[in-house]
């Protein structure tokens, strides 16, 4: 397990939070199995789309470049797919947040302060974005 499965009290509500990335990737079906009528956030940091050019890295470094992305692709996909599944009555109360990550991808394990920080406010700011637009439509 990379995160351990806490608890956090929001307005008076005890909310569930774990990295479900660490039972399986798209791990939003077993939290709408426990509780379906519950909003069950899932944050998303696979690709988002960004071109990624290889061409001017050489040997290893563009092996790894190209695994990464292919990571990047294969586990956005398997979210896509995961949600096509489960379909739009089950997936109605799933509220999907994809942050801009600003070239960062799946295997780059040590970044700097200060782009952790510039992704902790991505992240706020997409969560922002995704409650205001589940809440109108509601």
Known sequence: ???????VNIDGRDVSC???????????????????????VASSVTYGGAVVKLDSF???VRAARAFNHMLDVLLRRMEDCMSEALGPEIMKNVLMVRPDLGGVSTLD????RSARARLARSGRTAMKEALEHYGATQ
């Open 1 to 7: 397990m990379v995160f351990k499965d806490v608890t």
């Open 18 to 40: 774990w990295d479900g990335g660490t039972t399986g990737n798209c791990r939003f079906d077993l939290a709408r199995l426990n509780d379906p009528s519950r909003l069950t």
């Open 58 to 60: 050489f040997g290893l």
């Open 109 to 112: 394990f040590r970044i700097g």
